[in-house]
Each structure stands twice: as structure tokens, then as C-alpha cells.
């Protein structure tokens, strides 16, 4: 593994690349991706220069939710490869200098989960139902849900548990499930299900595993009671809230940030540390204000917490300027470094986002019928974001494919979306189909060289031939350049372990313009109109646009790091 400054944790400031293994690469033809495909594209992320790789779900799963309803938190599933073929990643990744973090999914499992099914064969009041959220109906005889809680992914939070099991002395009895119906809540007020998890991280620690990513971390643990709320379904994982009646303060509901997950963190930080290597976790932890989420990353808890608020902000200089201090300060207070993403499996691709109307918090997918994007513009604001990410302390996420470029497929035909979200919603919700489709590696292959037969689960555009990797190699000029001319001067110039000052560049008016230093590299970012100049006598490091590089400025959209040495 790449050595960082000596004594100094690697993750504080890693560039970590997020790999969707369905989509990723097929090494048999079959259409989705697995892990020997990873394997055969592990050379392309040590070029780029990445410090680790964070692999979305590959446990055994009935697929109900893209591999999110875990079967068997210690396998592999069959259409990924096998135990041995995840081995071998992990062999080839340290190889290659690269630490490889897994996904734990902890709020909740499939249904068809051993232990679900335990559950359900078991009567109430049993011990294996008390690993789930079983609870008793309200109404005459149980016949309505428990509470009024509303699905992440549409409809009713609860389900009833005599659908499943028959048994006329379960009327009355329902499950919870925060997401899909298919997606059961945990109850991690058991005992039983803390013993199981703690096992579940010895499992990948022993096997070699850097860190996790930890889905829905702030999820977990739900309030007392289980009370109404009127907030409906909008404290969604990606962001929503609800604020109370008269009030700023921020309300995500009885069920996220409560108080009791952060026993839970504690209990696996100290697990961590028994185990060599600076092993990390990270929490999708989508939580306001800034200085409740940085809660999840003090000392005796996780390393690194997804920033939220950077990823939501509209492509406005006031507003990021506000993000990136408010976040630093925050997470200063408790030691941690700031983590900074602008994509993810979850949301549109940040070169769709840029051009869409609202370039901040992210619609839950676009379709051919929906406002389209101006890609052009999109992908001019992407290659400048990409150059503010890789400039600010902390660490960095990237989401495959980022570093090519690649925009939403906003013309995915309905009748291939797989989300849940696009059929628990009636079709009023697109899903997120349209981020997961899979990457273009060779311009003349049959489905862009992502398997060996063309085959992929998802149509990929045909635009995507100009954005393949094998041609933006042979580009200097290319998104895939950029970014791997600015993960190595990032390296260099130690910017994810500097600090950041905020400067003016020139006498004009600077609203629309992000100017910081860190270390001897003066960042400009222009989200406004008028062009700025770069300061006589400096040597421009990277720019995202070529032309304003060669006039000596920062055109509209575009972005700058500049020697200060």
C-alpha cells in the first residue's frame, strides 16, 4: 500500500474509488459485472492513481435492492464469483498498492435471510423475533400498521406478517421495513443481533479487508416507542428532512440519528483497533447540522462520514464557500478529517446534475420524458468540481466513472428499470437505474468492451463511445487525464493533508468566484460570468478548461490550481 506521512492513519486523506460490482466489468459474458472482472480492471484504478477501492454489495442476494437486501453477510454471490475470487481481489488490490474497503449494510437484511426466516417460523415473543422490529398492529384486532411511518421507497413502513406466513396467529402482527417491504429492520437494541454483526467484521477483518463502508449508519437505532411522525417519508437516506414547526433545528425523524447508534460505533472502533493497519469505516451518515454529524467521526467512533451537504450544494460560490468552512470547522472540533464526494449509486451523476435546472439536491432520477440536462454545460462544471474536490484537505470519494465523464443515462427506457423505487412508487419516482449502467472500457466492442459477449443488465447510451476508457487514454485533453494529472499533483503537493485559506484573486468583483489557498497551490473556481485573471508571473498546475489555460484565465465554469511556490 502506498505509504502515507509517517504516523499519519492513510485514510485522512485517501482518494477512495467507489466500484458498483454489478456494473463495473463482466469477466463471463453473463452481462453483470463480478469480481474477477474487478480483478482484470484493477490496473486502470492504479493508473489513475487511487489510494483505495470501496466495493458496493457482492453478498449472496435475491437482488431486490441492487444487493442492498443482504442473504449472507459472509459470501459471495453466485453471479459475483465466489470467496476465493474475493480473495484474490483483495491479493491483487495490495499489490497494487490499493486498500480495498466492503459495504456492511447493518440496518437491515433480505427476507429471505436466514435469520428472517427464523424469525417468521418462530412465534411472537420469541427470541429470534426480537432480532427484527415485529410489532403488534393498532386498529381493532391489529389490522393497521403499528405506526404511521412512511417506506423510504414508497407506501407503508410496515407489512403484515400474516401475508408471509399464513398463520392465523399472526394476524396482527407486522415487521418494519424503512425501505422495501423485502428490506426488514434490525432491532439493534438485541443483544444477539450486536454479537452477530461483531462477528460479521471479524469475518472481512480477518480476511484482510481495510475498512467499511456503513450503509444507513445513522439508521440503526430507532426511538423509544416507535411514535408517529408527521414527517411522512421525507428524511430520506440521501438527504431529506423535515424541519420542526417554528424552528431551524433539523428533524430526521424517530427514526434516524438517535442518540444510542454511537454505542454501536464505539463498540466497533474499539474492535477495529485490535486489528493492524490503520483499518477504517465510514458512515453514510446523512445528518444536520454539521456539528451533530461530526458526532459520527469523533475520535472512539468512525474515520470518515460522507459529506452530504457538499454533495447536495447547488453550483453556487456563496453556498460552497459556506459548505466546505461550516464542514472543515465541524469536523475540526473533533479531530476528523472531511470527507468530500460529488457522486454515488444513489444519485444522479454529478455531469448531469451540473446541468440540470437545480443543480443542487439530486431529483431521484431522470427519464426521456423528463427536462433534459444541458450536457455540455454539465460536463464544463464537472471537470472544474472535479478540480475543487481533489484540491480540499481531507479525503476524497469518487464514483466509477466519474472520471470519465460520464452523465446520467436520462433516456433509459422504463421497461428496463429494476429499482424498487420506480415500482414502489407507481412510476413516479425514476429510481436510480440511471447512474448504475455499466462502464464503457473500448470504444469498438459490443457493449463498450464491459464483458466479453456485449451483454449488459442495463443499455448503456451509444454516446458513451466517445467517453470509453481506452480513448480518453489516448487524450491528454480528456476528463480521465484531468483527473489523473490532479490525483497525483494532489499527492505531491500534499493538499489532502494541507489547509485551506480563503483569498481574493483579483480587484473585480469575486462573489461568483471560490479562490482558497492550501499549501504552496492557489485554487480558483469561477461559477460566475466574468473571466478571471490568473496572477501574473504564476504557472497554472491544471486547468479544466484547455483554452482559458492557454488566455491565462478562469473562464466561467472552470476551474484552476496555480503555483504559489
Known sequence: MRPGPEGVPWWRDAVIYQVYPKSFADSDGDGVG??????ARLDHLAWLGVDAVWLSPF???????????????CGVDPAFGTLADLDELLTRAHGLGLRVLVDLVPNHTSDEHPWFRAALAAPTGSAERGVYLFRSGSGPGGQDPPNNWQSIFGGPAWSRVDALTGRAEDAGQWYLHTFDARQPDLDWESPLVRERFEDVLRFWLERGVDGFRVDVAHGLVKAEGLPDWDGGATAMVMGGSAH??????????????????????????????????????????????AERAARYVRP????????????????????????VTVSLEADGAVGAPTTWVLSNHDVVRHASLLGWGDTGRSPNGIGADDPQPDAALGLRRARAAALLLLALPG??????????????????PDDVRQDPMWF?????????DGCRVPLPWQADRPGFGFGPTGRTWLPQPQEWAALAADVQRDDP????WLYRDAI?????????SGWLEWVRVDDADSSGVLAFRNRDVLVVVNLGDAPVAVPDGRRVLLHSDPAGAAAGVVGADSAAWVDMA
Open 34 to 39: 463480478d469480481l474477477p472482472g474487478i480483478v
Open 424 to 432: 414502489r412508487s407507481g412510476g413516479t419516482e425514476r429510481g436510480r
Open 488 to 496: 497525483g499533483r494532489r499527492r505531491s503537493r500534499g493538499l489532502g
Open 300 to 323: 472512539d467512533e468512525m474515520q470518515q462520514a460522507f459529506n452530504f451537504p457538499f454533495l447536495q450544494c447547488r453550483w453556487d460560490a456563496e453556498a460552497l464557500r459556506r459548505v
Open 477 to 480: 485533453g480528456s476528463v480521465l
Open 244 to 289: 420542526a414547526p417554528g424552528s431551524d433545528v433539523v428533524d430526521l425523524g424517530p427514526m434516524f440519528d438517535q442518540d444510542g447508534v454511537h454505542d454501536i460505533y464505539r463498540s466497533w472502533n474499539r474492535l477495529l483497533a485490535t486489528y493492524p493497519g490503520d483499518r477504517a469505516m465510514v458512515g453514510e451518515a446523512c445528518v444536520e447540522p
Open 395 to 412: 479525503s476524497a470519494y469518487l464514483y466509477q466513472g466519474e472520471e470519465l465523464g460520464l452523465p446520467e443515462h436520462t433516456t433509459l
Open 59 to 73: 453478498y449472496p442476494s435475491p437482488q431486490a435492492d441492487g444487493g442492498y437486501d443482504v442473504a449472507d453477510y
